[in-house]
């Protein structure tokens, strides 16, 4: 659905070599049947689409995926008082997408999630909605108790069945 629409989160990419990270989190918010939208707009190539993107989008959360200098979370962080969530993206020098996101100054901050964190972005989305909608708390505590089964799943194969 295009920005503007009723969808709940917007997802902006710095780049569309960033996709891969940008699927996760699309994925993540399909399973929770949260409705969003995914965009390419850069900081440094496009800013005033950014800031159209920004202005007309009705989303609850920004989630702002992007590599090298990530100034596209704290671009959209200065033009609203909405959440946002920024996920660096690894390249070749370590650190630096996610410094850049996570560095942000008093007054404006960003939610970082990890590096390529995409499905982590798309979590933190769900849980500040989740505030103020039972029907998606229900489905994160159901979500978790699917990550423990899991967990004592692989715990009964690895100890061979005992
Ligand atoms: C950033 O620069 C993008 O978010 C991407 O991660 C990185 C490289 O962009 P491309 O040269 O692949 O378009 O702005």
New binding site residues.
Partial sequence: MAAGGADDVTIL??????MEVAEKCSATLKEFGVPHTVRVA????TPQKVLDIVAQSKAKVFVC????????AGYVAAHTTRPVIGVP?S?KVPMD?LLSTVQMPPGIPVATVGVDRGENAALLAVQIMAVSNRDLDERLKQYRKQGAEKVEKDDSEVRGGR
């Avoid at 990419?13 to 960033?18: A, K, Q, T, V, Y």
């Avoid at 850069?42 to 190539?45: M, T, V």
């Fill in positions: 990419l710095g780049s569309r070599s960033d850069s900081a440094h190539r995926v992007a590599g090298m200098s990530n100034a596209l993206i390249g997408s």
